[in-house]
């Protein structure tokens, strides 16, 4: 996961929150499914695109037909950590952009988030917001949750790969997914996705990284000490700088362990910049 700041919100979304805030408040509480309808079809093109076609969860590349609009606070029925779901929580949110994300089906499933969108021990939901609308009603800033929301922070903060073992050869090296933030939301929300099932896929993607720091280290070995550099700004760009790079979470924790701050400027190379998106 990464941090994604996209940009200002497409100006049809305004017109779609107008029109289904209007609708709830004109209907029964608590909304139905059908009133809270419309935030797709102004939204999914743009998320698609301005995550360069990766999950905002898992960093999988996935194709814009079929793949969700997702919200980080549900539309309706949002799930605590012990079970019990609020039928109002979060309906108000459910055309906010900075809510919305492109996320994967399976990241998306009931199994992993679906509505579950748990709070810190002891601290409470959102009040349900009293009309008139205003701008208070989509400030969440009061609220503790678990999950981390790419959109507002840097899940580089609170979830890390790092390597089973150091001790084996580089080649040989195999990378885990855990928290790393004493609140444990980053454990918790690799819980909530199900993040533990990616192990296998991003250490298969790594190999590729691993073999080109192979041929870096031969590099700085021999008479060629020069051509490391291009092997590590080529390494650097294709897995962690590249926008539509999948895992460039993963791969950027990767360097970091296969070089180190004093290892690297021993050698000469450039730090890594924290992977996130820009959009402007
Ligand atoms: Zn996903």
């Known amino acids: 996961m990464i941090r994604l700041d996209l940009g200002p919100e497409p100006p049809e979304l305004a017109a779609a929150r107008d029109a289904g805030i209007a609708r709830v408040l004109a209907g029964a509480q608590p909304p139905t499914r059908t009133q809270l309808t419309g935030y797709r079809q102004p939204t999914q093109r743009a998320l698609h695109r301005r995550q360069f076609k990766k999950?905002?969860?898992?960093?999988?590349?996935?194709?814009?037909?079929?793949?969700?609009?997702?919200?980080?606070?549900?539309?309706?029925?949002?799930?605590?950590?012990?079970?019990?779901?609020?039928?109002?929580?979060?309906?108000?949110?459910?055309?906010?952009?900075?809510?919305?994300?492109?996320?994967?089906?399976?990241?998306?499933?009931?199994?992993?988030?679906?509505?579950?969108?748990?709070?810190?021990?002891?601290?409470?939901?959102?009040?349900?917001?009293?009309?008139?609308?205003?701008?208070?009603?989509?400030?969440?800033?009061?609220?503790?949750?678990?999950?981390?929301?790419?959109?507002?922070?840097?899940?580089?903060?609170?979830?890390?790969?790092?390597?089973?073992?150091?001790?084996?050869?580089?080649?040989?090296?195999?990378?885990?997914?855990?928290?790393?933030?004493?609140?444990?939301?980053?454990?918790?929300?690799?819980?909530?996705?199900?993040?533990?099932?990616?192990?296998?896929?991003?250490?298969a993607h790594l190999q590729g990284l691993l073999a080109l720091d192979a041929q870096l280290r031969a590099h700085l070995d021999g008479p060629r000490a020069a051509e490391a550099q291009a092997v590590w700004v080529d390494m650097v760009d294709a897995y962690v700088t590249k926008p539509g790079a999948p895992f460039r979470a993963a791969s950027w924790w990767a360097l970091e362990a296969l070089w180190p701050a004093a290892a690297r400027s021993g050698a000469g190379l450039e730090a890594v910049a924290r992977p996130g998106v820009r959009w402007r």
């Open 55 to 203: 999950c905002a969860w898992c960093e999988r590349p996935v194709g814009r037909t079929g793949e969700p609009v997702e919200h980080v606070r549900p539309k309706a029925g949002a799930t605590s950590a012990d079970g019990t779901a609020s039928p109002q929580h979060y309906w108000w949110l459910t055309w906010t952009w900075e809510n919305l994300v492109f996320s994967c089906a399976s990241c998306n499933s009931q199994g992993n988030k679906g509505n579950r969108f748990w709070l810190m021990a002891g601290t409470p939901r959102l009040p349900i917001p009293v009309p008139p609308v205003n701008p208070s009603w989509f400030d969440v800033s009061a609220e503790s949750p678990v999950l981390i929301d790419p959109r507002r922070e840097d899940p580089l903060d609170f979830i890390e790969w790092r390597v089973v073992d150091q001790r084996l050869p580089r080649r040989r090296w195999r990378w885990t997914i855990r928290g790393r933030d004493p609140q444990k939301r980053g454990s918790g929300s690799i819980e909530l996705l199900g993040l533990k099932s990616l192990v296998d896929t991003v250490n």
